[in-house]
């Protein structure tokens, strides 16, 4: 079960249509947080849907990144560093991009599939698609700006790793106090 069906057990459309534009704001926000790094920056988009695939599940969380990119496409400012455009889509960093939606989904899926609660199995249910998000980012890196796939693990992996997870169990850490919060108001309490 994930934290928004213990919540909303009863989502409307409308309910799930405002998580959705919650959680593109919130993704769009973790991109302007960033670390300026070339060819692909240090942001705190994975943190944030890590947040949206282990609160919402695996199909909101996917529509959530796919209203995302929607945003960016249509020219808001909502990709790294305020960009925005449909050209982003497909430059060097589109890969990470279009990864992002099967990294939410399986985020999602995993939490729905059991990995809902403590801090280590949310850790794996936001470590595990955010790892598997470098094979497109990486590739679509090398085959966009040219160079060799060890170039490209070398610039858009390597340098990400490590802040990556710790940006997981950031993520595991807030849910889970989260569900420990629900957990202390008692049966069909609401946070």
Not at 28 to 42: E, H, K, N, R, Y
Not at 70 to 75: D, F, I, L, T, V
């Amino acid at each position: 079960m994930t934290l928004t069906q213990a919540l909303l057990p009863t989502a409307t459309l409308g309910r799930k249509a405002l998580l959705v534009l919650a959680g593109s704001a919130l993704i769009s926000l973790g991109a302007q947080i960033t670390v300026p790094m070339w060819p692909v920056p240090m942001t705190l988009q994975t943190l944030a849907i890590a947040l949206v695939g282990l609160t919402y599940g695996g199909r909101l969380a996917a529509l959530t990144v796919l209203a995302y990119l929607a945003e960016g496409a249509a020219g808001l400012p909502v990709f790294a560093g305020g960009a925005g455009g449909a050209a982003h889509l497909v430059g060097p960093t589109a890969g990470f991009l279009w990864g992002f939606v099967p990294m939410a989904w399986l985020t999602g899926l995993l939490v729905e599939k059991g990995l809902d609660r403590g801090v280590f199995r949310l850790f794996l249910a936001a470590a595990i698609p955010n790892l598997m998000l470098y094979v497109p980012g990486v590739w679509w890196l090398s085959q966009i700006v040219g160079k060799p796939l060890g170039w490209a693990l070398e610039k858009g992996m390597l340098p990400f790793v490590l802040g990556d997870m710790v940006k997981c169990a950031i993520a595991a850490l807030i849910v889970a106090g989260a569900w420990k919060k629900l957990a202390a108001k008692g049966p069909g309490a609401k946070a």
